[in-house]
């Protein structure tokens, strides 16, 4: 197999590592194949294919769509380091409110899997990063949202205390103003 899947402590979370073949001309790894993902589970169909470069401090997130354009993600940093965070978001969860967090990295070929119902955020630990992710809903910016990044409520460990914001993510509200969505 190429891949090995491990469920988090919030086990819809997924962090997927990929094996790598090296040799003298570099390496080669898959990062996805629907076959093998269906095969534990994550048998999404992934219609959009996102990329971001941000600088070392940036923070983006935490952000989400709304039903009904809600979305997974499938996150993969190319270039550079990134913490990554998902928040559980549903009602109904054991989990509600709870956030786990991950270091990915271009070293680690660990990728996530993030389903609908959460936020998701990272912060860039390296002088830059590339990261990708694949999503199960195009964007659409009439059920975008989001939760603040340094919610009191959620109180995430950020390994960052100044990041960098767009002014967009400088405003997001609170968990607690959010009410029902998931």
């Not at 073949?21 to 269906?38: A, P």
């Not at 996102?50 to 190319?78: C, D, E, I, M, W």
């Not at 270091?103 to 630990?125: K, M, Q, R």
Request: hydrophobic content about 35%; glycine content about 6%; some cysteine.
């Amino acid at each position: 197999m190429s891949f090995k899947f491990t469920r988090l402590t919030i086990p819809d979370v997924i962090l997927i590592e990929s094996q790598i073949f090296q040799d003298e001309r570099g390496f080669f790894s898959e990062n996805f194949k629907e076959s093998v993902f269906e095969d534990y589970g994550i048998n999404k169909n992934f219609v959009q294919d996102n990329f971001s470069y941000s600088l070392k401090g940036v923070l983006r997130g935490l952000h989400f769509q709304n039903p009904p354009k809600a979305q997974a993600k499938f996150v993969t940093v190319l270039k550079g380091e990134i913490f990554d965070v998902a928040v559980d978001l549903r009602d109904n969860s054991p989990t509600y409110g709870k956030w786990i967090a991950e270091i990915l990295s271009e070293y680690n070929h660990t990728s996530i899997y993030v389903p609908e119902g959460f936020a998701h955020g990272f912060c860039v630990l390296s002088k830059d990063a590339y990261v990708s992710y694949k999503i199960t809903q195009e964007y659409s910016s009439e059920y975008e949202g989001g939760v603040i990044w340094n919610d009191p409520e959620l109180n995430i460990s950020w390994p960052i205390t100044q990041p960098i914001l767009s002014k967009k993510d400088q405003v997001l509200p609170l968990l607690k103003k959010l009410g029902s969505i998931f």
